[in-house]
């Protein structure tokens, strides 16, 4: 009986303890708290790297619109070798852990108006190793009245000017798991008028020639 009564009491005495409570409690809702702040990096990462895929987009669309040589007797003429800076300006801007062009793709446009007043993609360059196809045609394809880019939000080209159209994609990749919000592609699509006359004839080879991005190719090199 005394062994019972003893057990009674300490049974009787942990009751009254509440010393332990806090603790319990903290135990309990830390997993929910540290879940919650690891969602909360991983989407502000998520969307640090929606911002840099726009800008990247957007920078490649500027530059590709200024590039060629200068020249005071001619139409500026744009050479393989600066579509090729172009891309490696933008691996260089998104920086080797991003791995742009491991797990993207970039697809640049010249948006033109043909003979017939038709807007069509006079040329098209590529290089990323994601295999995906533009969302708006291929080099040669004749585009609607409106121009290239989403129903409702098309661009046109001028007559005797061009338009420098880009579309970026990009694979995400989780910063502390895929359990959060997964692995999801990030678009971006941008487009600039050519700032100056530009030789529309074709795009020109330097000597020894440079390598030329055709869109048949999926790789991550860029130079």
């Known amino acids: ?76 003429r744009i050479f393989e070798s600066d579509i090729d800076d172009l891309f490696v300006g933008a691996s260089l801007a998104a920086g080797a852990q991003m791995d742009l062009f491991g797990k993207g793709r970039v697809i640049l446009s010249s948006v033109e108006m043909n003979t017939a007043g038709k807007q069509y993609i006079h040329w098209q ?28 939000s098309r661009v046109p080209a001028l007559p005797n000017d061009a338009l420098m159209f880009v579309e970026l994609q990009y694979d995400y990749q989780p910063l502390i798991s895929n359990s959060f919000i997964g692995s999801p592609t990030i678009k971006s699509i941008a487009s600039y008028i050519v700032r100056s006359s530009r030789d529309l004839s074709q795009i020109y080879q330097t000597t020894p020639a440079s390598p030329t991005m055709t869109c048949g190719k999926y790789s991550n090199t860029v130079a």
């Open 125 to 152: 360059r590529c290089t990323g190793a994601k295999t995906v196809l533009s969302s708006y045609g291929k080099e040669g394809d004749i585009l609607p009245d409106a121009g290239i880019g989403p129903v409702g």
């Open 1 to 76: 009986m005394n062994c019972f009564r003893r057990l009674a009491c300490i049974c009787a005495e942990i009751q009254k303890n509440l010393s332990g409570i806090a603790m319990i409690e903290f135990a309990l809702i830390v997993p929910f708290f540290l879940a919650i702040g690891l969602w909360g990096i991983e989407l502000a990462n998520y969307q640090l790297k929606i911002m840099k895929i726009e800008q990247i987009a957007a920078n490649l669309a500027d530059n590709g619109s200024r590039i060629g040589d200068y020249s005071t007797l001619q139409n500026r």
